[in-house]
């Protein structure tokens, strides 16, 4: 489908960040022209969009989900992290069925698609389920490995990183574990192997709270990110999720081995495990992406709260009005977590990037007076600027008539009604 957008403020997080004003193309699934307004008279075009002064620009990369969890929203909440796993999350886990997780799945890309996310990184179990979910929605995921000592193989890891990156334009895949915690010292030693066979970057939860570091430092003498380094884990990069409670030694490390960080503030401070040094890693150069973690732990998947808090926190963390700002902080939930995702095609909007983009209502109270776009996407902006998401060409949710509309192959109160009903059987 082609489809002309005119009359755009756009954003294209090329450097150096800034708007521009004109028209932007999509031709099948990528963009073939962004720029001032010119002849377009061998182009056959389906749709024409005014966007009527309104903010174009990448979609959000999520990037750490454990999308099927929504399953857990406002059910497992108010304890401390621990618990909150071993005895009401873990348990419950135990009881999902591979079409659960695939209806939840569904549920957690219509919330994406509301927040201007056009892609999640997800590390989830039955990963089939994950993926049909998305491919039916017409969303873009990268699945994650999540093997730990409570489930999954070294040979499923394997088989599931040769076929999930050959799977579906719309998919990819990166090896991961859950955590050093969770994950026994043998499986990490060959999943270190894995990654060196493949030359492939390595996923985990890293550094969360204090208590991970503190167990880990007594098991083996070293901090998560130092003993992983060990067993030569990071040889061909990767990253983590979290890193709240990061060491200088652990900080090197990722800059040496130019591993990736997600920050999951919304997550972290729920849970009470602390704030990232956000800061510090942006001064070292250390690539930054932002997630918004499961359901479970949020509750909710808004990329706008979770670039707020990333801000917001630094700010107090480091008793500093200036630190992290807006523009650094739009980078790390566009371009920053795209980097991490390995979605090379998909982190700025140019001339043969994926059509993966979204508009911005800027014809709302919290979008005036336009002193300065950016700083009012990233500490005014809410969902409900979202007008339009668009992943590969495809618009898939919009609100462009004032009336909200998916189009990802199924009626919203169908999710609805089938989540519920779930929810109940698994209640019982």
């Not at 929203?73 to 659960?100: H, I």
């Not at 919330?111 to 989830?124: K, P, R, V």
């Not at 630094?314 to 939930?333: F, Q």
């Not at 462009?400 to 009626?411: P, S, T």
């Amino acid at each position: 489908m082609n489809i002309k957008f005119i009359n755009a403020k756009i954003i294209t997080m090329e450097e150096p960040v800034q708007v521009l004003e004109g028209e932007l193309w999509v031709e099948g699934d990528k963009v073939s022209y962004v720029g001032p307004m010119k002849d377009d008279k061998n182009i056959k075009w389906d749709r024409e969009i005014d966007a009527a002064g309104n903010i174009i620009m990448p979609g959000f990369k999520n990037a750490h989900t454990h999308s099927a969890m929504t399953f857990l929203r406002s059910f497992v909440d108010d304890l401390p992290l621990q618990e909150w796993l071993y005895e009401r999350a873990f348990p419950m886990e135990a009881k999902l069925t591979g079409e659960y997780i695939y209806h939840f799945s569904k549920l957690a890309i219509m919330e994406y698609l509301t927040s201007g996310i056009t892609a999640n990184f997800d590390m989830y179990m039955q990963n089939e389920l994950n993926a049909k979910a998305s491919i039916e929605c017409g969303f873009r995921t990268v699945l994650c490995g999540s093997i730990n000592d409570f489930g999954g193989t070294l040979e499923e890891i394997e088989e599931e990183y040769t076929r999930f990156n050959h799977y579906h334009p719309l998919l990819s895949y990166m090896i991961g574990f859950h955590a050093e915690y969770t994950t026994k010292r043998e499986t990490l030693e060959g999943m270190a192997a894995l990654g060196q066979k493949y030359k492939a970057p390595i996923y985990t939860h890293n550094s969360e709270s204090r208590n991970e570091v503190a167990g880990c430092i007594e098991r083996y003498g070293k901090t998560p990110t130092v003993f992983l380094d060990s067993l030569g884990m990071f040889e061909y990069g990767g990253g983590g999720f979290h890193c709240v409670h990061m060491s200088e030694a652990d900080l090197a490390i990722c800059k040496e081995k130019q591993l990736h960080v997600v920050t999951n503030p919304a997550s972290n401070l729920k849970l009470a495990s602390g704030i990232a040094p956000i800061s510090k890693m942006l001064d070292m150069g250390i690539n930054l992406g932002i997630g918004t973690d499961g359901a479970a732990s949020n509750n909710c998947l808004d990329m706008f709260r979770e670039m707020f808090l990333v801000t917001g926190l630094a700010k107090y963390r480091d008793m500093d009005a200036s630190s992290v700002d807006a523009v650094n902080v739009l980078k790390m939930a566009t371009v920053g977590g795209a980097k991490a995702m390995g979605l090379k095609e998909c982190d700025t909007i140019a001339e043969g990037k994926k059509a993966d983009l979204i508009m911005l209502d800027m014809h709302q109270p919290n979008m005036q007076p336009m002193n300065n776009i950016i700083k009012n996407i990233v500490y005014a902006g809410s969902k409900q600027n979202v007008v339009l998401t668009m992943v590969a060409g495809k618009i898939l949710y919009d609100f462009l008539d004032g009336k909200q509309k998916f189009n990802v192959g199924v009626e919203p109160e169908e999710v609805y009604t089938k989540v519920n009903e779930i929810m109940i059987n698994m209640k019982n």
